[in-house]
Structure formats: structure tokens, C-alpha cells
């Protein structure tokens, strides 16, 4: 076995023989894998081989994409057959809901140059012959899915990468890893060390144990799951006879099942809703090319159903039941990218459809660790998405929900139970009792709607205008007309200190950075000059700054942070996470409720907009910063978590004769709309650069340097490719919500990044990104919402306040 190596790939399932391809092809060849047993041994030999395209994100449905057309360059370069069979697939719909999520999801690939199209059940029969018609209401039909031969295609990965200068050590064992003060990588196996580079953890079935060897918890479970290999049906036989053609893929929803031709006879797989997970703590290393014991009792509820929806498969007789492990993240998609906290210690697990998105984990994963960047906005399988928080105990019930869920809609308004309620603020309770509707960002409970006295608080799950409609209404109306209160601790916050402090912030954002007591607003960018982040930041004292952002982009702004930081210590930088909380009041009368809870001056002209202060409030030590999101006169008002109730109390009784009502996040989200205002992950991710997104005003070229300067004057020098625009939409009872395409002349030429009904303006509003040459005052647009095109506006001014004068009043 090789001593050293520029990469140590650890573990031969379909995901680590992908990354060693990758590398290679990247140029990286001397990297080596290093399997436990032999290639395939994990989850990988078992696997069904099914591969799609769709995926509710649309970034990982493309690397999906790439995954599927793939794999013929790779039985050119290896000679070794992947046992492809193309054959199109067909989700059925059962319910009105399915029907207009099918139609949601044709809608969204359409900008991905997805092939998908709505059918009817008739048309389904050409590719499905089996199906009871009565049941359904129409299909998905996605030609580009099919399913392949799981040995053969991670065999084709690994020959490629040894054609391409790569080794692979097969029965050997990673058992250890540490590193050196100079940050190489000891890995030690029952063979013999490696000192290494890198270390890539593809473990898969034992990707907790390997991340367990360098410290950390990975948010990884395994569950069992099961499908059926029939005998030969004859009905198969003759379907295949009569049109020269294999029975294609479907999904049946209803059933939580998936079906397909495996010779003469079917598969059948279900995702049942008692699903059980296997090894919940850790993977025996013993473990190896093993079933486990079927128990058809589980999935009985399910196969009843599909066998009524194909009653020509009753009567199949079983040949095989396959019961197998494989893993998942809480959020069903993988865990990607160099490891928080670690230097060179990367992650490609949690892959758990690894036929379809193999090849995208690969290919990011090599971009990432050759040039310094993904090449994709590939924030959906980020592992920097979960922080500590996402314990076993969090992974154990997220996951099962999701596997249970695998095959539900997920309705834009629906907030999943499991694990909840996670991380609370002092005010979870009073919130509660006055009729909060609350939601999950990302481990932390956030008050979205309030239900008035009488209402239920209570989500009806809905693709369209649902019943908080009106009461999201009245939060954004008492905002404008008088003052609203609202929870803001779900923001990241970050003190930032030292003395090189203020010349790092500059070189790492792109505006330059505020005098003592005022706040600015920043993109980041990347190397590439995309952008990374979107902070608001200020200037406290000499040598200390605040900084907040986004909170579900914390640890990934961290792990960026870190990256970027001096190494001589002159700047420090703190997440404050859950230490400083806040409470936002917004409204032409936000002053009159500051005024009666301090005997500061906070009249306009000695507490103006973009202010940052230091203050007492309500008696409490805080941090104010003249700013709102919703776009009107406002103050953010931090403080220790154990003063929030205090501050509340105080705030509501002060604002009591002034109209204060409690708003929550939608009417948050709602209102930043009327503004023109983005957001980060919607608006704001790493595809897009500041021009493409209007922030020309914060990105200051005259200033020296900052990281991604060169790449933004290209981007203003070239001019941006596309722009971000605002648009009004003539919607009925569905809004936007994201990811819908743009029409012009019948071509699709954009997309929406997010939307919902402006109650303050009457209109229902979209943000998106269409080409530059495109963008001209009066531009006919449609958006396509559930299905129907509707017709569309630019708007080249916010329709609430185009001055900002309200913010500055
Ligand atoms: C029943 C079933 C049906 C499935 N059907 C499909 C399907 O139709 N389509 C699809 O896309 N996916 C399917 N999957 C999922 C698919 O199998 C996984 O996505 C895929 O196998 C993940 O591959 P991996 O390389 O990440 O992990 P694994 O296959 O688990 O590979 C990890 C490898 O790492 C090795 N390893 C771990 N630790 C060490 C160490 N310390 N030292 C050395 N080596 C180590 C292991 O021996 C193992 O070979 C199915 C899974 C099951 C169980």
C-alpha cells in the first residue's frame, strides 16, 4: 500500500469511487481509496439501481441531472458496462393535491431544461400498462430515468479513476485518523499508515464512525428499506413483446411505493410509514455483505394499496425480498464539503440515492477541494447546514419523518412536527398563548402567524392562499398604519474584535465598513465573486464590531470565516448564537413606544436611520440598530436572552395605546416584498453575483481590495448576464413561492427566486432573474403558478415608499 497520498478517499461505495473519479479527472491523481472489504460492500450492492432527475431542489436536480447523463462517458473510459436500461418514468397522482404538485414540479424543471411533461392516466398506461384507472387523475412523465446495475457502475467509477493514475486498496481498514501540527493527515489502518493530504469520508453505512475518528457527530442514520423482486409476470412478458419496449418506472404516491421491470417480473420498493431505523447508534464493523431480515407485515399497508392500483401484480409470486440499510441526513439530502471545524477533512455521506446524485457529490466534492469552490450552488446537500444542534437524537426523529414522508407533498405552508419544539426563546410560551402559529428555522422556534382570539392556531396545508391569509393581512396593515413587534433572535450574530478587525471586515465584504454608531449593508463574495453572504454591520467601538446575518447560513459562514481569517490572532471573530436575542418594533409610531422605554434622545436627528446604539431599554443593557426589515421606520433591539421577556412586556405595554400588535415571519417576509428587498438563499446564493442581483450599491470597487473584487469588475465590465427583478403578478389564489419559470414570448427565460401578496400595496409580488437584454420597462411577462401561466409586470420602483422616506421619518 502506498505510504503517502496527495488524498485519502475512505470507503469503495458508489459515492467514494465517484470522488476518486472526479479527483482524477480534476487532475489529482495521486489519491488513494481505502475500502474495509471490497468495493460495493456498504449499501451500494444491495441498491434497487433506480436513477431520476427530479428532486425538490432544483440545484440538486441538476448534479442529478449530470449524474444520469454520466454514466455513459464513464463505460467509455472504463470498458465496464453500467447494465443501464433508459426507460421513462411516471409519477401518478391520486388526489387533486398530487396532481398540482406534479404540475408545480413539471412547472419548476422547465427552467433546469427538464423533459418532464403532465399526462393523462391513459397516456401513462402506454409505459405502465398495470394501472387501475379509476384511481388517478393524471401523471408525471420524466423520460430521462431508468435504472442500472449498482456493482457495475461503481466498478466503471473505480476502473476510470485507475486508468486516470488513481490506487485502491481493497480489505483494509481505516482505523484511526490524527493530525500533525503541520496539518497532514495520519491515517491509520489495520495495514499501515498513510500520511495524507486530505481525507475524504465516503463511509456511508459507518460515515458516523469515520467522522466519530476526527471528533465530530455527523447527522447520519441508517434505515432499513425494502423491495419485492416478483417472479415473471406474464403480463410483463407480453407488454414487452407487444411494444419492443421494458415496462417503465413509476412512483404511486398513494401507495408510498416504487415499481419497475427487473427481467421478466418487477420490483417493487415501498417507503412505509413505520419505518425503522438500523443501528441507530453505531455500525458494526463486522457488518458486511448482509440482508437484512424482510418483514413484509411493515409494508402490507402499502403493497394492499398498490396491488388494488395494479391489480395485474396481485397475483405475481415473490421471488425475492431485499431488506437493506442505507443513510440519510434529516433532510434526506447529502452531506458535502469540507467539515466545519476541521482542515482538509471532507465529506461526501448521507448520500441516499446515490445512482442519481453519485456522480453531482463527486463532481462537487473534486471542484471544491481542486479549486477552492463547488462550481454549483450546491447549499441544498452543504454539511454545513446542520450545526450542533442536530444531535442523534434530533437525526434519529427527522430522518424517520422524512423516510415516512418520503413519497408525501410537502405543502409550501406545512411545518413538519418531529423534533420539535427544539431550541426556544424565553418568549416560546407567551407567544404561544397568545395564538402563535410557530415554525421550524432550522432547530429554532419561530413565531409565523398570529391566530386572533376565536381562530384556530393552525395551518390548513394548502399549494394556494390558505386560512392565515387574512390574519397575515392584519399583522402587515397594523405595521404601516401604527407599530408591530416580532422576534428577530433567528438571525446569526457575530461580534467581531481585535485590532486588525475593521481592516479584515473590509477585505472580506464588499462595502466598506461604517463609522463608530452607524450600521452598513454588505454583500460577501466568493473568490469567484459570487455571493456568499449578506450581512448588516456595525461599528460599536474602536476595534469591535456587530455583525448579523443570515442564521440558517451560520456555521457555513463560519467554516468561511475561518478560512479567511489572519492566523496572527489581530481579529476574532464569535457566533453569538442564542446569547443575544431580539425584538424588532416597525411602524410609523415604533418611536413613540422607543421614547416612553428610555431616556436617550431618539428623535430623528440625534438617533437616525442606520444608527447603531448601545442603550438602555426598558432598563435592560442593549443594542439597537435603526433599521427594519419591513422597510418602515424600525429598530432592532438585542439583548441577553434572560432580559427578552422584560423587554416584551415592556414594549407591549408601552405600545399599547399606539396600536402594537405582535407580526411574524410571513408578515415579515410579506412586507420586505412591498421593499424590493432580498434575501439570502432566495435571493442571494453563490450562482448569483452582486450586479446580476442589484447590489451595485454595496460593493464598493474604489475601495483597495476585498476577496472577489477582481471577479465583480469583471462581472460590471462585462455586464451582469442576467438581472434580478421585481415583478407584479395578476395571481387569484395562489401566489408565488419560488422556483416558478418566466415566460416571455412562450420561451421559458427565468425563474422566481420568491413571492407572496403585498397586503400593503393589494398586489401579489415575485422577485426573480431574467436575462439582462430582456429587462425593459413594460416587459410582458407570465409566471407559471400550479400549472397556469399568469400575467406579469416589471416594476422599476418598490410599489411601497420608492423614496424611503418611511424608513428615514
Ligand atoms: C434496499 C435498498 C435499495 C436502494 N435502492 C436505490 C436505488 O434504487 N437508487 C439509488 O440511487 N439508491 C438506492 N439505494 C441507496 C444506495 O444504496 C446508496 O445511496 C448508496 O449505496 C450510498 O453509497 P455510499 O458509497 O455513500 O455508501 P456505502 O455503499 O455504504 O459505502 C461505504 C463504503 O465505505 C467503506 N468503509 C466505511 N468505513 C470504512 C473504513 N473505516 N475503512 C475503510 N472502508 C470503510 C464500507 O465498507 C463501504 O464499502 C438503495 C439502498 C438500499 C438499502
Known amino acids: 500500500m502506498k505510504t503517502t497520498a496527495q488524498v485519502v478517499v475512505i470507503g469503495g461505495g458508489v459515492v467514494g469511487c465517484s470522488v476518486l473519479y472526479h479527483l482524477t479527472k480534476k487532475g489529482w491523481t495521486d489519491v488513494l481509496l481505502i475500502e474495509r472489504d471490497q468495493l460495493t460492500s456498504g449499501s451500494t450492492w444491495h441498491a434497487a439501481g433506480g436513477f431520476h432527475t427530479l428532486n ?16 455513459k462517458e464513464l463505460e467509455e473510459i472504463s470498458g465496464q458496462s ?69 456493482s457495475g457502475t461503481t466498478h466503471a467509477y473505480a ?23 503541520d496539518g497532514t493527515w495520519i491515517v491509520r489502518t489495520d495495514k499501515g499508515d498513510v500520511r495524507a493530504e486530505h481525507v475524504v469520508n465516503c463511509g456511508g453505512l459507518w460515515a458516523r464512525e469515520v467522522g466519530r475518528m476526527v471528533g465530530i457527530e455527523l447527522p447520519v442514520l441508517a434505515m432499513e428499506h425494502m423491495y419485492l423482486v416478483t417472479d415473471d409476470i406474464p403480463a410483463v412478458v407480453e407488454f414487452n413483446q407487444r411494444t419492443g419496449k421494458e415496462v417503465g418506472h413509476l412512483i404511486d404516491f398513494g401507495a408510498e411505493s416504487y415499481l419497475r ?64 440499510p442505507f ?23 448521507g448520500v441516499m440515492a446515490g445512482f442519481s446524485q453519485g456522480g453531482g457529490v463527486g463532481l462537487a466534492l473534486s471542484n471544491w477541494m481542486v479549486d477552492g469552490d463547488p462550481g454549483f450552488d450546491i447549499w441544498g446537500m452543504d454539511v454545513a447546514r446542520y450545526g450542533d444542534w442536530a444531535t442523534r437524537s434530533y437525526t434519529n426523529a427527522k430522518v424517520r419523518e422524512n423516510y415516512a414522508r418520503r413519497f408525501s407533498i410537502r405543502f409550501p405552508n406545512e411545518e413538519l412536527p418531529a423534533a420539535r419544539p427544539l431550541q426556544t426563546t424565553p418568549l416560546y410560551d407567551t407567544f404561544r398563548e ?56 433567528n438571525f446569526a450574530k457575530y461580534e467581531i474584535t481585535g485590532p486588525g478587525a475593521e481592516a479584515w471586515l473590509a477585505q472580506v465584504m464588499t462595502n466598506t465598513m461604517p463609522r463608530t454608531g452607524r450600521l452598513v449593508l454588505t454583500p460577501m463574495l466568493n473568490h469567484q465573486g459570487r455571493i456568499i453572504g449578506d450581512f448588516t454591520i456595525a461599528k460599536a467601538a ?56 428610555t431616556d436617550d434622545d431618539v428623535s430623528n436627528a440625534a438617533f437616525r436611520f442606520m444608527d447603531y446604539r448601545e442603550m438602555d431599554i426598558a432598563g435592560i443593557r442593549a443594542k439597537v440598530n435603526r433599521i427594519s426589515y419591513t422597510g418602515d421606520l424600525g429598530y432592532e433591539i438585542w439583548v441577553a436572552p434572560e432580559y427578552q421577556l422584560r423587554l416584551y412586556t415592556a414594549i407591549m405595554a408601552a405600545g399599547e395605546d399606539q396600536g402594537i400588535r405582535n407580526f411574524g415571519m410571513r408578515a415579515l417576509l410579506c ?22 442581483a442589484g447590489l451595485e450599491r454595496f460593493v464598493r470597487l474604489d475601495k483597495p481590495d476585498f476577496i472577489g473584487r477582481d471577479a465583480a469588475a469583471r462581472e460590471l465590465a462585462e455586464g451582469p448576464k442576467r438581472r434580478r427583478v421585481f415583478m407584479e403578478v395578476d395571481a387569484t389564489d395562489a401566489d408565488v413561492l419560488g422556483d416558478e419559470p418566466i415566460w416571455v414570448d412562450g420561451k421559458v427565460v427565468g425563474w422566481v427566486t420568491s413571492g407572496g401578496f403585498g397586503h400593503c400595496v393589494g398586489q401579489s409580488l415575485a422577485q426573480g432573474y431574467i436575462p439582462s437584454e430582456l429587462v425593459r420597462p413594460g416587459l410582458a411577462l407570465e409566471i407559471e403558478i400550479l400549472g397556469e401561466r399568469h400575467a406579469a409586470r416589471l416594476q422599476d420602483a418598490p410599489p411601497f415608499d420608492p423614496e424611503g422616506l418611511r424608513m428615514r421619518m
Not at 402490507?300 to 431485499?322: M, V
Not at 459562514?557 to 476574532?572: A, C, E, N, Q, Y
Not at 453569538?576 to 413613540?592: E, F, H, Q
Request: some cysteine; charged content about 25%.
Open 159 to 181: 476502473k476510470a479513476a485507475r486508468i486516470n493514475g488513481a490506487s485502491i486498496e481493497l480489505s483494509t481498514r481505516v482505523t484511526a485518523l490524527e493530525q500533525t501540527p
Open 434 to 489: 397568545q395564538g402563535a402559529v410557530m415554525g421550524d428555522s432550522w432547530g429554532m422556534e419561530t413565531p409565523l402567524w398570529f391566530a386572533p382570539q376565536g381562530e384556530r392556531a393552525e395551518d390548513i396545508v394548502s399549494f394556494r392562499r390558505s386560512n392565515d391569509f387574512p390574519h397575515v393581512g392584519a399583522e402587515c396593515r397594523a405595521v404601516r398604519d401604527a407599530v408591530g413587534v416580532t422576534e428577530i433572535a
Open 327 to 349: 443513510t440519510f441526513a434529516p433532510d434526506g439530502n447529502p452531506l458535502v464539503g469540507p467539515v466545519p471545524g476541521r482542515t482538509n477533512f471532507w465529506s461526501a455521506c
Open 56 to 71: 425538490g431542489d432544483p440545484n440538486v436536480a441538476m448534479l442529478q441531472s449530470y449524474t444520469v447523463g454520466l454514466y
Open 261 to 324: 421491470q427487473e427481467g421478466r417480473g418487477m420490483v417493487m420498493g415501498v417507503y412505509e410509514k413505520a419505518c425503522v431505523p438500523w443501528s441507530p447508534r453505531e455500525t458494526p464493523w463486522t457488518f458486511g455483505q448482509e440482508l437484512l431480515a424482510p418483514d413484509l407485515d411493515r409494508i402490507a399497508p402499502s403493497l394492499e394499496i398498490a396491488f388494488r392500483h395494479f391489480p395485474a401484480l396481485e397475483n405475481a409470486g415473490i421471488k425475492r425480498i431485499i431488506n437493506g
Open 82 to 150: 453500467c447494465g443501464l436500461h433508459k426507460s421513462p418514468g411516471i409519477m401518478l397522482a391520486d388526489t387533486p393535491e398530487r396532481m398540482e404538485f406534479l404540475k408545480m414540479t413539471v412547472a419548476r424543471g422547465r427552467y433546469l431544461g427538464m423533459e418532464t411533461s403532465i399526462i393523462s392516466v391513459a397516456e401513462a398506461k402506454e409505459y405502465f400498462p398495470f394501472i387501475e384507472e379509476k384511481y388517478f387523475l393524471g401523471a408525471l412523465l420524466d423520460p430521462n430515468e431508468g435504472h442500472l446495475d449498482p
Open 542 to 597: 474602536e476595534n469591535r464590531f456587530m455583525m448579523w446575518g443570515s442564521s440558517q447560513a451560520q456555521v457555513y459562514h463560519m467554516r468561511w470565516f475561518d478560512t479567511v481569517l489572519p492566523r496572527d490572532g489581530s481579529v476574532r471573530i464569535e457566533a453569538l448564537g442564542m446569547r443575544m436575542i431580539g425584538l424588532s418594533i416597525a411602524g410609523p409610531r415604533s418611536r413613540a413606544v422607543l421614547e416612553r422605554l
Open 671 to 692: 412586507l420586505r416584498l412591498e421593499k424590493h428587498f432580498g434575501t439570502w438563499y432566495r435571493e442571494f446564493r453563490p450562482i448569483y453575483g452582486p450586479f446580476e
